[in-house]
C-alpha cells in the first residue's frame, strides 16, 4: 500500500470493538487487498485514539479454505483476518461499497449476528472515515 493511503485500526479492550478507519483511497485500497490470497499493511498510529484505549500497528490477513466465515480478531497489536475466499470477498465488498457510497460522517457495523459471513469468535468490527 503506498505512502498516501492511510488507514488506521483502534481498538477497546472492554468491549472488543475494533474500528477501521481510513480515507475513501485507503479502505478502496484495503478492499482490493483483501481480494488476494495474504497479505498485511502498516497502520498509521493514532496517539489519541478516543474513545477507544489503543491504536493497532498493523493489519494480516489469508485465505483459510478450512473456514466458511471469516474470523476478524485482535491479538497483541495485530488485527488477524481469515476466512474462506467467499467470506473475504463479501468482506471486500464491504468496504468498498462503504468506501464509495457513504458520507463523511458515517459509519458502519460489520459484526457476526448481523452478517452471517462473520465468524462468530470475531471481535466486532466498526468502519468508518478518518476525522
Do not use: W
Not at 5 to 16: E, F, I
Amino acid at each position: 500500500m503506498g505512502g498516501g493511503v492511510m488507514l488506521q485500526v483502534l481498538y477497546s479492550r472492554d468491549t472488543r470493538e475494533l474500528e477501521l478507519s481510513g480515507t475513501r483511497e485507503g479502505l478502496l485500497a484495503f478492499g482490493q487487498l483483501l481480494r488476494g490470497k495474504a497479505g498485511s499493511c502498516d497502520l498509521s498510529e493514532n496517539q489519541r485514539p478516543f474513545p477507544y484505549e489503543s491504536s493497532l500497528s498493523g493489519i494480516v490477513f489469508r485465505e483459510d479454505p478450512e473456514r466458511a466465515g471469516v474470523s476478524i480478531v485482535a491479538e497483541a497489536q495485530i488485527l488477524r483476518i481469515q476466512g474462506g475466499r467467499e467470506a473475504l470477498d463479501l468482506l471486500a465488498d464491504s468496504l468498498e461499497g462503504f468506501a464509495s457510497e457513504a458520507d463523511a460522517s458515517d459509519h458502519c457495523h460489520v459484526d457476526s449476528p448481523t452478517y452471517d459471513y462473520i465468524a462468530p469468535e470475531s471481535d466486532p468490527l466498526v468502519i468508518a472515515f478518518m476525522k
